[in-house]
């Protein structure tokens, strides 16, 4: 469904991703690892339409989105969560909801998504007429990835989402990242957990300094000894 | 003071106060999409308020004249915004902001080429006649410049609550990124930004043009909306309504108890007694300054 084709991309002159290509597939889960600065977020941003790639291509259902405005990849299915979670303070939980859902003009729809959200993260149920500043990182976090369910996407893009909480809340997120996939909904999951990424995910790629150096099934990719070593913290050969 | 004379000078006090609230809101509002203060915002009011007396002179009927300020202040902003502002990409918020104080003084310097620089009688539809309220007599064009601007207020508050565009303006004023995120076309909520700003500017311009004579020196009244909205904590829209509230009838109490020559200093006066007091402003958060 989501192809990145050979991509560039640069940050003024400082080079940030070089040919990068990558795919997941509809209703696919597909994670991205790489250490801190290998150009994993930046993938996401020019996915999602919030930098442009200076060469190559991104094609969704093989149209061309690599010029595409980031409103326009919303309405094409494709949501991101970013990195640091960027809610708006101000708004309520609720309110953040139902920003998420600004390309959805049924009264309908709007509403079904709000207790999808509810029933996903029923905290969001419990806190919704709280500003989202008051609320604790987890969940936040929670807030993040429900408000980009409001627009209903075929693809999420999520960026390091148990970034900072604690154990419980970790698992509890990758819980509700298993119950999104069961729903048919595509996910590129960029995580510094890659024990629990590769548990998630059926396939993986490896960013190193803005190149891929890695990809394949995340069974082959757990055994790698490169792998084992820079991301899961293990001996470098398989026991 | 006696109670006729103190109402007469609140409700002359709120009416003016209204009119800063207005201008005010106009700044806050392209300032809160945008992060940039249009200082063109009261040349932009005068030209279209000059359109509407074209207007009237031509023989338009006088609803019909406003309605052509109105659209000529959304054409105006329409063009200012997608020609020169969304073109200079590239510039920082400081040099935006001398763009629109260029803008000012080049909107003026035409407004009076085309105009001339004199001062009009503007056509009123309020009565000029005192009425009695209690004890006091009022000017009617105080009572529907208060009026007229509480509801376009009211209207606002409602626009920024409820519906689906006020909240896209909203969450642009906190999060550019994260709109952009939620498929909301951020250029797209400049413009209308821009362009509200400029409605609500011009009919502030046609409030106020029958009382001070329409010239181009109204542009000046940018300045009063622009302590109003300072006093309010620059981005409550609230805050910016009250502030302005507070100016106009303090402005008007003042020459009361204070020598006449001073009147001209008094927001400013106002101005510093409350930053120092409250660094935010009546409705805003502190952000200290770092001493
Ligand atoms: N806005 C920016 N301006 C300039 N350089 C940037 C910007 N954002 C990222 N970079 C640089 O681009 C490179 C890739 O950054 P990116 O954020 O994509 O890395 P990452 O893999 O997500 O890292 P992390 O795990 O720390 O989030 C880094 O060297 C970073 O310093
Ligand atoms: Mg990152």
Not at chain 1, 105 to 122: I, K
Not at chain 1, 180 to 198: D, F, K, P, S, Y
Not at chain 2, 35 to 59: I, K, L, P
Request: hydrophobic share 50%; charged share 15%.
């Amino acid at each position: 469904m989501l192809e990145v084709e050979a991509i560039d991309v640069a940050y003024g002159k400082r080079r940030a991703l070089e040919g990068v290509s990558l795919s997941v597939g509809e209703g696919e889960v597909v994670t991205l690892l790489g250490a801190n600065g290998a150009g994993k977020s930046t993938t996401l941003r020019a996915i999602s339409g919030l930098v442009r790639p200076g060469r190559g291509r991104i094609l969704c259902d093989g149209r061309d989105l690599t010029r595409a405005p980031a409103d326009a990849i919303v309405a094409l299915g494709i949501a991101h969560v970013p990195e640091g979670r960027e809610l708006f303070p101000d708004f309520t939980v609720e309110e953040n909801l139902l920003v998420g859902a600004h390309r959805r003009w049924q009264r309908e729809a709007v509403r079904e998504g709000l207790e999808r959200a509810h029933r996903l993260f029923p905290i969001l149920r419990e806190r919704r007429r709280q500003r989202a500043a008051t609320l604790s990182g987890g969940e936040q976090q929670m807030l993040a990835i429900a408000r980009a369910l409001m627009a209903r996407p075929r693809m999420l893009l999520l960026d390091e989402p148990s970034l900072g909480l604690a154990p419980r809340l970790v698992t509890e997120i990758f819980r509700v990242i298993d119950e999104i996939h069961a729903t048919g909904v595509g996910i590129l999951l960029v995580e510094q957990n890659a024990r629990l990424a590769l548990g998630a995910a059926t396939r993986g790629y490896v960013l190193e300094t803005g190149r891929v150096v890695a990809e394949g099934p995340s069974a082959v990719l757990r055994e790698d000894p490169r792998i084992r070593q820079a991301y899961l913290g293990l001996a470098g050969t398989p026991p | 003071m006696t109670t006729a004379a103190l109402i007469h000078v609140l409700v002359s006090g709120l009416a003016t106060g209204s009119i800063y609230g207005l201008v005010g809101l106009s700044l806050v509002i392209v300032y809160n999409a945008t992060r940039t203060v249009n200082f063109a915002q009261g040349e932009m009011f005068v030209v279209s308020t000059f359109v509407a007396w074209s207007a009237a002179r031509a023989g338009w009927p006088l609803p019909l004249a406003f309605l052509a300020a109105v659209v000529a202040a959304a054409v105006l902003a329409l063009v200012i915004e997608r020609a020169i502002i969304r073109r200079s990409i590239a510039a920082t918020h400081w040099d935006v902001l001398i763009i629109t104080l260029g803008l000012s003084l080049i909107l003026r310097a035409l407004a009076g080429i085309v105009w001339s620089h004199d001062d009009f009688p503007f056509p009123s539809y309020f009565g000029n006649r005192p009425i009695a309220i209690g004890p006091a007599r009022v000017v009617p064009v105080s009572l529907g410049i208060i009026g007229a601007s509480v509801v376009l207020m009211a209207l606002l508050g409602a626009l920024f609550r409820f519906t689906r565009a006020g909240r896209a303006m909203r969450a642009v004023a906190q999060n550019q990124t994260a709109a952009w995120l939620m498929g909301i076309s951020v250029p797209r909520v400049f413009s209308a930004a821009w362009i509200l700003a400029s409605v609500v500017g011009a009919v502030a311009g046609l409030l106020i043009a029958p009382v001070v004579f329409l010239s181009t020196k109204m542009g000046l009244l940018v300045i009063n909306g622009f302590i109003a909205a300072v006093l309010g904590g620059f981005g409550s829209m609230p805050g910016v309504v009250v502030g302005g509230m507070l100016l106009g009838v303090i402005e008007n109490l003042a020459p009361l108890y204070l020598p006449t020559g001073i009147r001209y200093s008094v927001p400013f006066i106002l101005l510093i007694a409350i930053l120092v007091v409250r660094p935010g402003g009546l409705a805003g958060r502190v952000h200290r300054r770092k001493v």
